[in-house]
């Protein structure tokens, strides 16, 4: 498995705001991924962050509203852009460290709270 | 498109009790892989179990172990002995088997797990 870690762990921002949220993991993965997981819900996947270009967007996400990053094989960024108070959710990475078939694992997580 | 269905939105048991949660799934992938993850309450997801759907055998990591019926879309996960530190919430989640796209979970909506004492 990988040590994954997010930052900031929570924060509590004003609408019409944006936060960065970043994920450092301790080794190159191959894969990595971010989730929402909105108050009492399952987890949604929100897009696949791809090294060196642009991410692959879930229906119902767009880049304007998550833009991510992913300048190396260890570390991600998702931006909530233009924050709502809709947006208040757990925010999870995910990295899968292998070649295919290999497991994913999650980062802590990240609680925004919009007000 | 795959389906996670976990029927049970609450249970309980006695502390060194077995439990058992249900989940099935529907999917068109002919090699998938099917996972059990938990979430205490600290929020951090961990990997219980894993299975690969060609694999007859079923999963087993300690007290944790899996019913896997794949004819029936089942796949079921029993906890022997449970302990304090059990309590959690519990997701049922399936994949493609290869292939960037196919990495994508798919959640069920979860099951919380109390351990009574």
């Known amino acids: 498995s990988a040590v994954i870690s997010q930052k900031p762990s929570r924060d509590i921002c004003q609408r019409g705001t944006s936060l960065t949220i970043q994920c450092q993991v301790d080794?190159?993965?191959?894969?990595m991924f971010w989730y929402r997981q909105q108050p009492g819900q399952s987890l949604t996947l929100i897009a696949t962050a791809n090294q060196g270009s642009e991410a692959t967007y879930e229906s119902g996400f767009v880049i304007d509203k998550f833009p991510i990053s992913r300048p190396n094989l260890t570390f991600s960024t998702l931006t909530v852009s233009n924050m709502s108070p809709e947006d208040s959710s757990i925010y999870l990475c995910?990295?899968?460290?292998?070649?295919?078939?290999?497991?994913?694992?999650f980062g802590p997580g990240t609680r925004l709270t919009v007000l | 498109a795959q389906t996670v269905t976990q029927s049970q939105p609450e249970m309980s048991v006695q502390e060194a009790e077995t439990v058992t949660l249900s989940c099935t799934y529907d999917t068109s992938e002919s090699d998938y892989y099917l996972f059990w993850y938990k979430q205490p309450p600290s929020r951090q997801m961990i990997l219980v179990i894993r299975q690969e759907a060609y694999k007859q055998q079923n999963a087993t990591e300690n007290r944790f172990s899996v019913n896997f019926q794949k004819a029936a879309k089942s796949f079921s996960l029993k906890i022997s002995d449970s302990q304090l530190g059990d309590a959690a919430m519990y997701f049922c989640a399936t994949t493609g088997g290869s292939g960037g796209s196919n990495y994508k979970l798919t959640f069920g909506k979860g099951t919380l797990l109390t351990v009574n004492p």
């Open positions: 080794s190159q993965v191959t894969m």
């Open positions: 995910s990295v899968v460290p292998g070649l295919p078939p290999d497991t994913q694992y």
